[in-house]
């Protein structure tokens, strides 16, 4: 259940440098690559020859060449050539609105009429001077919605990330959850605690003592399709917590892109946006170290709760006040998913 007319980041640039890339994204088998002026181009995975997949060939002049005969499809999803064969009565495939924006490749699943770029969301991190962004990208065998739910609802820190970023008083803090139009938002703050190693590092990344009680905060954004922004951060307690001037704390933004595979798979960008020490690479890749550490603990658990719910399908789960954020996300995905529906019902 996923929705289609929305953006979705499908791929980072590396991963299309010279050569195609095969993916599945909302259940559709996608190819992406550059065409002849550089720029991207999704097309439907399938050769209207004999099925073959498209991203198994190889990129010439800008034009996906199809390494089981030879085949030549143009950017635009039209066969341009073919040894020794007349091509105007070959079937183009689909096209896929697709851009490069912010250091990603996103694309629109759904009604290609209906995509505007200017409604990929804002990043205001994203290539700033002032901020620094390392990140990763693991393929995780669960619904999305579990990794939306796993990331509204930080408590899980506590037990699944006890070495690094988990303690006992973020489950001791109650969170407090506001819906504001489609975008959903989980807080907790606590206060005069112990930062935890990962904070602690980071703290003294920026040459502040590590050691001294210190005032903390997530602040999860959900907005669709299945973003997830989160502010966290620490300050030196009684400098102001979240507010505190930015020498007195180390924040930063949690990047959670999930993009659906299947509906039982994903693609889960993920990644750190600070503002401090901009120009240390050393730092940059020590946090993506660190925090694909932490992601790891996240994927075993996530792809063991979803093999359950597949031994389990009919076991009722309870709802809990720390599970607000995750569900009144699920509510905005269905309230959105079925407005869809019912628009493309009408149309047809």
Same mark, same amino acid.
């Given at each position: 259940?996923? &929705?289609k007319d ?5 791929? =980072? ?7 195609? &890339?095969g ?13 002849a ?14 099925g073959?997949?498209l991203? !198994? ?9 199809? %390494? ?5 499809m143009g950017?635009e999803?039209?066969?341009v050539s073919m040894?020794?064969?007349r ?14 924006r ?6 629109w ?5 209906k +995509?505007?770029p *200017?409604?990929?969301?804002?990043l @205001?991190?994203a %290539?700033?001077?002032?901020?620094a962004?390392g990140g990763?990208?693991? $393929? ?18 506590t037990?699944?990330? +006890? =070495?690094?970023?988990?303690?006992? #008083? ?11 139009g489609?975008?959903v938002?989980?807080?907790r ?5 112990l930062?935890?190693?990962?904070? *602690?590092?980071? !703290?003294r990344?920026k040459g502040?003592?590590?050691?001294v009680?210190?005032d903390?905060?997530?602040?999860? $954004? ?8 989160? #502010?966290?951060?620490?300050a030196h307690?009684g400098?102001?917590?979240y507010?505190a ?16 595979? =299947?509906e ?8 750190? *946006?600070?503002?401090f020490?901009?120009?240390?690479? +050393?730092?940059?890749?020590?946090l993506? =170290?660190?925090? %694909?550490?932490i992601?790891? @603990?996240?994927?075993?658990m996530?792809e ?5 719910? &597949? ?5 009722p ?7 607000a954020?995750?569900?009144?996300s ?10 869809e529906?019912?628009a493309?019902?009408? +149309?047809?």
């Amino acid at each position: 259940m996923f &929705l289609k007319d929305t953006w979705y980041v499908a791929c =980072t640039p590396d991963e299309i440098e010279g050569k195609p &890339l095969g993916r599945q994204i909302c259940g559709e088998r996608m190819v992406f690559f550059r065409d002849a002026s550089g720029s991207v181009a999704a097309l439907e995975d399938f050769c209207p020859h004999r099925g073959a997949p498209l991203s !198994l060939g190889t990129v010439r002049n800008g034009q996906l060449v199809c %390494g089981y005969h030879g085949l030549t499809m143009g950017a635009e999803g039209k066969c341009v050539s073919m040894p020794c064969q007349r091509v105007g009565g070959i079937p183009a495939v689909r096209r896929y609105p697709a851009v490069e924006r912010y250091g990603f490749i996103w694309v629109w699943p759904g009604d290609a009429d209906k +995509a505007d770029p *200017a409604a990929i969301p804002h990043l @205001e991190w994203a %290539g700033h001077p002032d901020w620094a962004y390392g990140g990763g990208l693991y $393929h995780v065998k669960c619904d999305y919605r579990l990794m939306i739910d796993n990331l509204m609802d930080l408590t899980h820190e506590t037990y699944v990330h +006890a =070495t690094s970023i988990g303690q006992p #008083e973020i489950e001791e803090a109650p969170p407090a959850t506001k819906v504001n139009g489609d975008t959903v938002t989980t807080s907790r703050f606590m206060h005069g605690i112990l930062p935890p190693p990962f904070w *602690a590092a980071a !703290l003294r990344a920026k040459g502040m003592a590590d050691n001294v009680p210190c005032d903390r905060w997530q602040i999860c $954004h959900f907005t669709p399709p299945s973003h997830v922004m989160i #502010e966290v951060g620490v300050a030196h307690a009684g400098k102001g917590g979240y507010d505190a001037d930015a020498s007195d704390k180390a924040s930063s933004i949690v990047v959670d892109f999930i993009t659906p595979e =299947t509906e039982t798979s994903i693609w889960y960008f993920w990644g750190m *946006a600070r503002s401090f020490a901009v120009h240390d690479a +050393a730092l940059t890749d020590s946090l993506r =170290t660190g925090q %694909g550490k932490i992601f790891a @603990e996240d994927l075993e658990m996530l792809e063991a709760q979803q093999r359950n719910l &597949l031994a389990w399908p009919d076991r009722p789960l309870l709802k809990l006040n720390i599970d607000a954020g995750g569900v009144q996300s699920r509510r905005v995905l269905e309230r959105l998913i079925n407005e869809e529906r019912a628009a493309s019902a009408q +149309a047809a």
